[in-house]
């Protein structure tokens, strides 16, 4: 019997087909995909710029990665896609839980006025039994 091994090289090699967007083609981006959210419009366009921001950092931070590490860490449109989807649904969370805080606080604050209600009736009471009591009415 005989047997034939091929032994096949791997090649390390990556073609990058994407190019480096665009700052504007970032913000233009997150302005649609954050257009239905109920975004105050004097924070909205700070938040956006902030977003792009943080993204570009992350792909000029990845480069310095690569170039200190011999590592390379990707960062394609799709990371910035994530990142958006990311932020739509932790705003959303922290609504929900915002308003269920407030919530809580409210009802705490309807419990603290209920109290004080009945304190002031119970003190009414208290001093009419004292006024009894001292002057044996």
Request: charged share 20%; proline share 2%.
């Amino acid at each position: 019997m005989q047997f034939s091994l091929c032994f096949c090289q791997v090649n390390n090699c990556v073609i990058d087909w994407f190019t480096p967007w665009l700052e504007e083609a970032f913000l233009s981006v997150c302005t649609v995909f954050l257009a239905d959210m109920d975004i105050q419009e004097d924070l909205r366009p700070l938040i956006l710029d902030h977003i792009v921001m943080v993204h570009m950092s992350v792909c000029k931070l990845s480069i310095k990665f690569t170039q200190q590490t011999q590592r390379t860490n990707y960062v394609t449109p799709r990371n910035f896609l994530d990142y958006i989807l990311t932020y739509r649904t932790s705003l959303k969370t922290k609504r929900i839980q915002n308003s269920e805080q407030a919530k809580r606080l409210d009802g705490g604050l309807q419990k603290l006025i209920q109290a004080k209600v009945e304190v002031s009736a119970l003190q009414v009471i208290l001093f009419i039994f004292i006024f009894l009591y001292l002057f044996g009415c």
